[in-house]
């Protein structure tokens, strides 16, 4: 199933692009995701794993400030994913990938540097 390409859409100081590619649709995260911003992100994303697809690849190299909200959205993220969908986090750098590392949160998900590797996995 393809399901159209979801325009941008901003609050405060994230914004969040939905592409779909076939099966495979990716959130890419741009901005602050911290307590005002990050129930956006995860809309977005609740949203996307509703249609099942096969891969959902959230993109936060945009991301410049990724707070403990942000980070249990992914979470949450993983959590409904779990069994039908294969969840992917690009990060990268002390904005993003340094949250995710120090937390342990590389060990539940599966975290890649580019979008590219994401989707090759």
């Given at each position: ?31 602050e ?7 956006q992100?995860e ?10 697809p ?25 959590e ?36 590219d ?5």
């Open positions: 199933m393809t399901v159209p390409e979801v325009p941008e859409s901003t609050i405060a100081n994230v914004t969040v692009n939905v592409e779909w590619r076939g099966q495979v649709v990716v959130l890419a995260v741009g901005g995701v911290d307590l005002l911003t990050a129930p992100m809309r977005a994303v609740f949203k996307a794993l509703d249609e099942r096969a891969v959902l690849v959230i993109d936060l190299l945009g991301v410049t400030f990724l707070a403990s909200a942000g980070l249990a959205a992914l979470m949450k993220a993983h409904k994913a779990a069994t039908t969908t294969q969840l992917r986090v690009v990060a990268r750098g002390s904005a993003t990938l340094r949250p995710i590392e120090v937390t342990g949160l590389d060990k539940p998900l599966a975290v890649f540097t580019t979008r590797d994401a989707l090759r996995a």
